[in-house]
């Protein structure tokens, strides 16, 4: 059996800029894994980052244990 090659033709990376998102990446990337359960509630970043403000408000105003 022929082993694939990891590398197609058809992937061009000519016009490539190294290191384009390097430093945004260096400063900070917030990427969270969401599971499949909660993606059926959750479907996109607009309604978690909802509902995370949600529960930031709702936090907000609860007493805070000693």
């Known amino acids: 059996m022929k ?7 058809e992937y061009d ?3 490539g800029i ?3 998102y390097a430093k945004a ?3 900070g990337v917030n990427i969270v894994k969401i599971d499949e359960d909660v993606t059926k509630v959750f479907p ?8 995370l403000r949600t529960l930031m408000r709702l936090l907000d ?6």
């Not at 996109?44 to 509902?51: G, H, I, L």
Request: hydrophobic share 20%; no cysteine.
């Open 61 to 66: 105003k609860t007493p805070q244990s000693a």
């Open 18 to 20: 190294r290191g384009k």
């Open 3 to 9: 082993k694939q090659p990891e590398m197609l033709d």
């Open 13 to 15: 990376f000519s016009k």
């Open 25 to 27: 990446y260096h400063e």
């Open 44 to 51: 996109d970043s607009k309604s978690v980052n909802e509902a």
